[in-house]
């Protein structure tokens, strides 16, 4: 069963409080979360990745979603991490959607079913997008052919290229 809470209608922008309503009404899991990106990150980049910033979201709720993911590049991955230090692709997922008020399970395959589906031409910046099947990993695309994501261990939260990314599954919007 699914639990919704909505925030009192005043504490939110009328943009956020439509989409929040929206997601409740899809069966989405909402808890009222502040919309801040965890401060630090900033690892490694390549020269591709800063010459193909992220896209601009089109919502406030996906804007929040590609910011706090943003902010954890070069966080190491950690196999059922969370953050606030270390992450896995789902816990990454997990942690950037709460920060916009949506609550996701922490594993790719359920995060895999949960909004609506969206081809791989409509990607808009916010969206999930899946990998292998069955599915085993998740991450943000951010516009321009990039998504963020905390790859496997060993390595860290960085952008990749979507188009290089092998066993292309799903992809969902929720926000």
Same mark, same amino acid.
């Given at each position: 069963m699914?639990t919704t809470r909505?925030p009192? #209608? =005043?504490?939110?922008?009328?943009?956020?409080? +439509?989409?929040l *309503?929206? @997601?409740?009404g899809a069966?989405?899991?909402? %808890?009222p979360?502040?919309a801040?990106?965890?401060?630090?990150?900033?690892?490694?980049?390549?020269a591709?990745?800063?010459?193909a910033?992220?896209?601009?979201?089109?919502?406030?709720?996906?804007?929040?979603?590609?910011?706090t993911a943003?902010?954890?590049?070069?966080?190491?991955?950690?196999?059922?991490?969370?953050?606030?230090n270390?992450?896995?692709? #789902? =816990?990454?997922?997990?942690?950037?959607f709460a +920060?916009a008020? *949506?609550k @996701?399970?922490?594993?790719?395959?359920m995060? %895999?079913?949960?909004?609506?589906?969206v081809?791989r031409?409509?990607?808009?910046?916010?969206?999930?997008?899946?990998?292998?099947?069955p599915v085993?990993?998740?991450?943000?695309?951010?516009?321009?052919?990039?998504?963020?994501?905390?790859?496997?261990a060993?390595?860290v939260?960085?952008v990749?290229?979507?188009?290089?990314?092998?066993?292309?599954h799903?992809?969902?919007?929720?926000?």
């Amino acid at each position: 069963m699914t639990t919704t809470r909505m925030p009192r #209608s =005043g504490s939110l922008p009328a943009v956020r409080r +439509a989409a929040l *309503v929206l @997601l409740a009404g899809a069966g989405v899991a909402l %808890s009222p979360l502040p919309a801040q990106a965890a401060a630090g990150g900033g690892g490694p980049s390549s020269a591709a990745v800063a010459a193909a910033p992220a896209a601009a979201a089109a919502s406030s709720a996906a804007q929040t979603v590609v910011s706090t993911a943003l902010a954890q590049k070069g966080k190491p991955y950690v196999w059922a991490g969370a953050g606030p230090n270390s992450y896995d692709c #789902s =816990g990454l997922t997990q942690r950037a959607f709460a +920060a916009a008020g *949506v609550k @996701l399970p922490h594993s790719s395959r359920m995060q %895999s079913k949960m909004g609506a589906p969206v081809s791989r031409n409509a990607l808009r910046p916010g969206d999930l997008v899946f990998f292998y099947n069955p599915v085993s990993h998740v991450g943000i695309y951010i516009g321009n052919g990039q998504m963020v994501h905390a790859p496997r261990a060993g390595d860290v939260v960085k952008v990749s290229s979507f188009d290089r990314m092998p066993g292309f599954h799903s992809a969902r919007r929720l926000a």
